[in-house]
Each structure stands twice: as C-alpha cells, then as structure tokens.
C-alpha cells in the first residue's frame, strides 16, 4: 500500500536517518510502500538523500524549502497535494538554534528560531491536517527535544520555541482523537547533529546518533491503526548534556 509521507529537515541529522529508515522499512514490511518527500534548503543534501532511497527501493521527492518563508511552505504543500492528493505522514522535523547566554541573544536570533521551530511548524501542520482529518486517518510526528520539557542555561530561545511546540503537540491531540489521526511527541536529548557544530571524539561518545531516534519513530508509525504511540522519550544512558 502506497504511503505519501512528508520529511522536514531531510537533508542531515535525525531528518535525514528517518527517511533511510523508512525507505528500509519497505523492504521489510510486505505491503508498506513509502512514497518520501524530502524537504530542507539544501537542494544537494535532498538530491544525494534521494538517490539513497531509491536505491532501498523507496519512492523518494526532493523538494528544496525554507519553512520559515510562507511563500516556500505555500509550494510546498501544493506541490504535495497536487501530486499525491493525498498525505499519510508528516514528519515535523525542521528545526533550528541558536545558543548562548541569555544576555547575548539577539532579535535575529530570536526571529531566526521562531520562524522554522513554530511558524513554520504551526503552518504546515495546519495546511495539512484537514487532509487526515476528513479522510480520517494519518499520523504526525513532531521531533521537539526534551527541551520542550526542561530548560537548559544557554538555550533560552530554542527552550521556548519547543515549548511552544509542546503546546501545539497537545492542542492537536485534542483535533486528531475525535477523527483517529495519531498524534507522535518524539522528544530526544543530546544527538550528533551538524545543530553541534565541531565537537571533541569524547563528547560525541556521549551522544545518541541519529539512527537511535529513526528507528523508534519508523516502528511507532508501523504499529496497527488502533494503536499510538504518543510520546517517544530517548536521551543518552549517561543522562543530558548540561550547558551550564
């Protein structure tokens, strides 16, 4: 069966080992089809992204576009829609951050978070749900962090922006419930991202890899219908990494 699913921030870190996970997936599950759009700026990240899943055997879209620009998140909706009709999976993995002392922090940093992590959350989730919903089913993962739960010192704003995706989390339980559209928190700790920068072999041993947060995310999304998974905590066994 044929699966349109829809990858935000593909093109590296936990996106992209999501859509290699999915793209195996169809392997290994008789009758799963995925059919991946593959969504971030960089149009040489997705187009490698997609030679990679198609060579699984998956069907793979790049698309390039930036969600913190309404005009992009427009197109890419449209071309989602218009194509497929229809959508299965959005994954709400774009996210962005900018780290620091409180003091330090500017209003570009500020505006530069909120429009990828809640407005561009916000409005592609929007766009698409009335999809689900009126064909009453679906599923939506959003990858927040669990700084969406706890604060860290030298990241006030990207702490706010995922709790504010928290927020949107719940508010939208309370829509997909009553038309059996399942709703997936995935909130990791500490994964090796480019989001790091450079970091020392001795830090990134204390780090989760991407693969650690796909694989659970793929699994929930293959439970039976009658079933969600609601929430999907992974931190390193060693516990977070502070930023104090």
Known sequence: MQHIILITGAGKGIGRAIAIAFARAGRNNPGFEPHLVLCSRSREDL?????????????????????????????????????????????????????????????????YT????????????????PVMEKKRSGHIFFITSVAAEKAFAHSSVYCMSKFGQRGLVETMRLYARPCNVRITDVMPGAVHTPMWGEVTDEFRALMMMPEDIAGPVVQAYLQPGRTTVEEIVLRPTGGDIQDT
Not at 114 to 129: S, V, Y
Request: proline share 4%; with cysteine; hydrophobic share 40%.
């Open 114 to 129: 909120m429009a990828t992590n809640l407005k561009g959350t916000f409005f592609l989730t929007q766009a698409l749900f």
């Open 47 to 111: 187009d490698l992204l997609a030679l990679e899943c198609r060579a699984e055997g998956a069907s793979a879209e790049p698309f390039p576009c930036d969600l913190g620009s309404m005009d992009d998140l427009r197109k890419l909706v449209s071309f989602v829609l218009d194509r497929y009709g229809t959508i299965d999976c959005l994954v709400n993995n774009a996210g962005v951050g900018r780290f620091g002392p409180l003091t330090g922090m500017t209003e570009e940093d500020f505006d």
